[in-house]
């Protein structure tokens, strides 16, 4: 396991936030780390990064985060996209990016101007006055900049269109198949998608781990742990769900390698090491707008 | 003409210097949400130095001396005070505040309470005459180190890693940190950049003033703060425009209205810009006080 938490418990402002959260993240693949709005998903991720103050054992590689810095822990091969994307609105797209160049590694401009060429485009333009996707592109684009050994992405897709949402999927996919992710995303079309195992918190404790795919085939279960089918679904108030079927996209059920496996676009190469291969292989679009959803703050 | 000439110039020059001190202060403000109330005692310290090695080595090296020991006490007290209460706003306005008692009253201790006399160079001593007027020579060294600090700090902040790093810090540091960054150096890099700043304007200062005492850094301060908070956060240009209009309005209330009112005159511009704009960076400080209020309150329940 590549990242390991044990009993972490994290208080703010006087309340248990996280109450002893333990669960490994898979050294390859997307993990997902999911559940309804406020279980504690953010400051799970806060606590891996050293950015609240916690308790309990943390092990990445091996090594204890504990005594780190949220800088040692980052420079470790952490990279961290935030849930409010975390980009700096004063400094230019290019400023943002530099910001991210950690010494001594290369930094992986072409790939992010391959995934992203609006960064280059746009590369003079203060990051504030980019749209939400286009920022999100920033915040993604400075995890892929350094050789990363894991990627911390947290609710990627919060706030954008069906469109950009299956732009950022589809990138999302590609920097899977070169390092390993832990993902928190409530689009679960997109989490179906992407990820393999997955971690259900529910009142600051893991509630349920296994297979995504088997815990999103349950519908019971779905329900009660990540509240889809109340009235609050995206795609009941949106419609989007009607035309743009999870179903329909991706095979409900099936693992992620199974999909690929058996998906009759060819499979992109795995384990290349030209960072350009991943653009190259580009699939067409799959699109996963998500007809459910756990969230609660869609309009 | 002329008068209104020597009031322009010693305005800028009071301008010049309310912008060496401001602007240390609102990088340090802006980058760690610390109000620097010790700020007054590092120009003090810096002034003290550069008229004690004045007797000792030529002028120029003196100001130099002033500065160095302005960024030394900074980044002291940075590494060995402030480091550990970044989290905790009460204690470190106590902190801050209680040093800029302590060391005026270390130097009132030593060199006395009393306004020593700066005797500056023979370069300096005279005025040079501009439209009419007999301006002296110091003023024009005042505003040129200012130009030259402005400039400085400007390309500081915009073409070097630190300089990003101390923009993105502004704005939020965490992030900075998230990205790998130890914040902390430029934490401490630009407190030696303030300290720095105020000592340059104690040892210049003390020439424009014509002598050193133990509170002039802390009497400099108040009006620098109200620089700041007109000025904004992070923003050089805010910062030298607001100090140029700070210094030329309390110059010229001074000189027209009575002696004093100029002091009064830069109160009621600062509500004047408060009620007309709101202000961000007094939002902040608001937030930052009331966290240490609310910190005190807390620990006292
Ligand atoms: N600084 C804080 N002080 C007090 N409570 C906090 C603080 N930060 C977060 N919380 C609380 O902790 C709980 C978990 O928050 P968190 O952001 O981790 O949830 P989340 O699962 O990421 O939710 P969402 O899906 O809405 O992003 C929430 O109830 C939140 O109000
Ligand atoms: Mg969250």
């Known amino acids: ?73 980052v420079r470790r091969g952490i990279g961290y996209a935030p849930e409010d994307r975390g980009v700096f609105a004063k400094l230019t797209v290019t400023e943002n990016l530099a910001l991210a160049e950690r010494r001594g590694a290369q930094h992986a401009y072409d790939l992010v101007y391959e995934l992203f060429p609006e960064l280059k485009t746009r590369g003079a333009q203060p990051a504030g006055t980019l749209s939400g996707g286009q920022q999100q592109m920033v915040a993604i684009g400075r995890t892929l900049l350094n050789d990363n050994r894991l990627l911390v992405i947290d609710e990627p897709t919060k706030g954008l269109a069906p469109k950009v949402v299956t732009e950022v999927a589809e990138v999302l996919e590609r920097a899977a198949e070169r390092v390993p992710m832990l993902l928190v995303e409530q689009n679960l079309a997109l989490v179906k998608r992407l990820a393999g195992d997955g971690v259900v918190l529910a009142a600051g404790q893991v509630v349920h781990r296994g297979p995504v795919s088997e815990l999103l085939a349950d519908a019971e279960l779905t329900r009660e742990l990540l509240g889809v089918g109340q009235a609050r679904g995206v795609g009941q108030t949106l419609g989007v769900g009607r035309t743009l079927g999870v179903g329909q996209t991706v095979g409900v059920g099936q693992t992620r390698r199974e999909r690929s496996d058996t998906s009759s676009h060819p499979a992109p190469s795995r384990g290349t090491t030209d960072p350009r291969s991943i653009v190259k292989d580009r699939q067409p679009p799959k699109e996963v707008s998500a007809p459910e959803s756990t969230r609660s703050d869609a309009p | 003409m002329s008068t209104l000439t020597l009031l322009a110039l010693t305005g800028l020059g009071l301008g010049a ?71 905790r706003p009460r204690e470190q306005i106590l902190v801050t505040v209680g040093l800029g008692l302590a060391i005026p009253a270390l130097i009132q201790g030593v060199w006395g309470a009393d306004a020593r006399t700066v005797t500056p160079p023979k370069a300096l001593a005279g005025t040079v005459g501009l439209l009419g007027a007999r301006v002296p020579t110091d003023r024009f060294v005042l505003l040129a180190a200012a130009l030259a600090v402005f400039a400085g700090l400007k390309v500081f902040l915009a073409k070097t890693r630190y300089g990003l790093v101390v923009r993105a810090g502004v704005e939020d540091r965490a992030m900075v940190t998230a990205l790998g960054i130890d914040v902390r150096k430029a934490f401490t890099l630009v407190f030696a950049i303030g300290g720095a700043l105020a000592g340059l304007a104690g040892a210049l200062g003390g020439v424009y003033f014509g002598s050193v005492s133990p509170g002039q850094g802390t ?83």
Request: net charge neutral; hydrophobic share 55%.
């Open chain 2, 219 to 301: 009497s400099l301060l108040i009006f620098a703060f109200v620089v700041v908070v007109i000025g904004g956060l992070g923003s050089t240009d805010g910062v030298a425009l607001a100090a140029i209009a700070v210094g030329l309005i309390q110059q010229f209330t001074n000189y027209y209205a009575a002696s004093g009112l100029g002091d009064l005159a830069v109160v009621v511009m600062l509500a004047l810009v408060l009620l007309v704009r709101g202000n961000p960076v007094l939002d902040r400080v608001a937030a930052s006080v009331g966290a240490a209020v609310k910190s005190s309150v807390g620990r006292a329940a």
């Open chain 2, 17 to 87: 210097l309310y912008f060496l001190i401001a602007s240390g202060l609102s990088l340090i403000f802006g980058l760690m949400d610390v109000l620097n109330f010790a700020h007054g005692a590092f120009l003090t310290a810096g002034a003290y130095a550069a008229w004690w090695a004045d007797g000792h080595l030529p002028f120029y090296l003196a100001v130099a001396f002033g500065v160095a020991v302005g960024a030394a006490i900074a980044a002291v007290v940075e590494t060995a005070l402030i480091r550990g209460l970044y989290a």
């Open chain 1, 1 to 73: 396991m590549i990242l390991e938490l044990d009993d972490v418990r994290v208080t703010l402002g006087g309340s248990q936030i996280l109450q002893g959260v333990s669960f490994p993240v898979a050294p390859t693949g997307v993990t997902a780390l999911l559940g309804r709005n406020g279980v504690g998903k953010t400051t799970t991720v806060k606590a891996i990064l050293g950015l609240v103050p916690r308790t309990g054992t943390i092990r990445f590689h091996g090594e204890g985060l504990h005594r780190l810095r949220t800088h040692e822990i």
